[in-house]
């Protein structure tokens, strides 16, 4: 069974910085591209960055420069650090897992067979 738990969301004042994690167990992990996708109240799930199987990254334009995706393949997990933050960027963030996507399927929310179940980022001003 494939599980991917997120953690590391919560309050934070603008201009802070978060690290956000994502666990994955059940599949063979670094042959899985996962995506960070990212939900405010009232909006359509969008598309944050990939953190692609080789280790190379995409990421959404407005985001590039703020956010950076790395993973670690020996515990299996993801991150998502996140500087400079802003009011805008309070939303609930999932991570997604797929095998090897490219281009512009990876901004896709129907490329990723396995969701987590979010955790929150809150960002006040």
């Known amino acids: 069974q494939v599980q991917l738990v997120e953690s590391g969301g919560r309050l934070v004042q603008a201009g802070g910085s978060l690290r956000l994690s994502c666990a994955a167990s059940?599949?063979?992990?670094?042959?899985?591209?996962i995506g960070w996708f990212r939900q405010a109240p009232a909006k359509e799930r969008e598309w944050v960055a990939t953190?692609?199987?080789?280790?190379?990254?995409d990421y959404a334009g407005a985001l590039k420069g703020r956010f950076t995706g790395s993973r670690d393949n020996a515990k299996n997990t993801v991150y998502l650090q996140m500087n400079s933050l802003e009011p805008e960027d309070t939303a609930v963030y999932y991570c997604?897992?797929?095998?090897?996507?490219?281009?512009?399927?990876?901004?896709?929310?129907?490329?990723?067979?396995?969701w987590g179940q979010g955790t929150q980022v809150t960002v006040s001003s």
């Open positions: 059940g599949l063979t992990f670094s042959r899985y591209d």
């Open positions: 953190v692609i199987s080789g280790g190379n990254h």
């Open positions: 997604a897992a797929a095998p090897s996507i490219t281009g512009f399927s990876r901004r896709s929310r129907g490329r990723y067979n396995y």
